[in-house]
């Protein structure tokens, strides 16, 4: 079956520095991957989509990254500030009518 | 304003009674969903409908159901035969065709049953 995993539940960094979340996928490759933002006790918020034949897409401070080869896609967050401090949530394309896939999630926390 | 509402956010329920969770849309999407959010789990799909009067069901629809008669609105009924019912339930939307692939989430229900 098509998994999605996001293999450090937690992630702390000092402000300033750059954040590096990674997502990692099973079987073959999804048409695209997507990262939300969550807060705590709110809905998700989407931030980024790339697909599969995009090797890296930007947006302000976030990166994203999609290597086929390794099954894995790489969300940078540069320059991170206290504010950015939230749970990341990985998904992949389900392959019927829309649907994702979600990876549990990776809760950044970046201190001052 | 534009976007996806959720009522009510916060929900308590005796065993053994059906509760039914609101889920409205003013974006003009055609697809809806309904997640199910667990702490360390992750968002699980509960139901799914790409079109009005028409549904499907996701990876845990056991003790759930659903309507869609209108296209902004897609109420969740959590029912007696769920048997854990106590989580975070998340509605969202998605505009098919041409649209973008991304999910438009509502703040969400916390359901807790007592």
């Known amino acids: 079956s098509q998994k999605i995993e996001q293999n450090s539940e937690a992630l702390n960094i000092q402000e300033g520095k750059t954040a590096t979340l990674t997502c990692n996928y099973t079987n073959y490759s999804p048409a695209y991957l997507q990262w939300y933002r969550q807060d705590p006790g709110r809905g998700p918020v989407f931030l980024l989509l790339?697909?599969?034949?995009?090797k890296e897409k930007r947006k302000e401070r976030l990166k994203v990254t999609f290597d086929t080869t390794l099954k894995q896609s790489l969300f940078h967050i540069t320059a991170s500030q206290p504010a950015d401090s939230a749970t990341y949530l990985c998904?992949?394309?389900?392959?019927?009518?829309?649907?994702?896939?979600f990876g549990k999630g990776t809760k950044l926390s970046v201190k001052p | 304003d534009g976007g996806i509402t959720q009522s009510p956010k916060y929900l308590f329920r005796k065993e053994g009674q059906n509760v039914t969770l609101s889920c409205e849309q003013n974006l003009n999407h055609d697809a809806m969903y309904w997640y199910r959010q667990d702490p360390g789990q992750g968002l699980r799909l509960i139901y799914y409908?790409?079109?009005?009067?028409?549904?499907q069901k996701g990876d845990i629809a056991e003790g759930y159901s659903v309507s869609r008669e209108k296209k902004e609105s897609f109420p969740l009924t959590v029912t007696s035969a769920q048997k854990n019912p106590t989580a975070f339930y998340l509605c969202a939307s998605r505009l098919t065709g041409t649209g973008g692939n991304e999910q438009f989430f509502g703040p969400g229900t916390r359901l807790t049953v007592l």
């Open positions: 409908s790409q079109i009005v009067n028409d549904f």
């Open positions: 998904a992949r394309y389900g392959g019927s009518q829309g649907n994702l896939i």
């Open positions: 790339i697909r599969e034949n995009e």
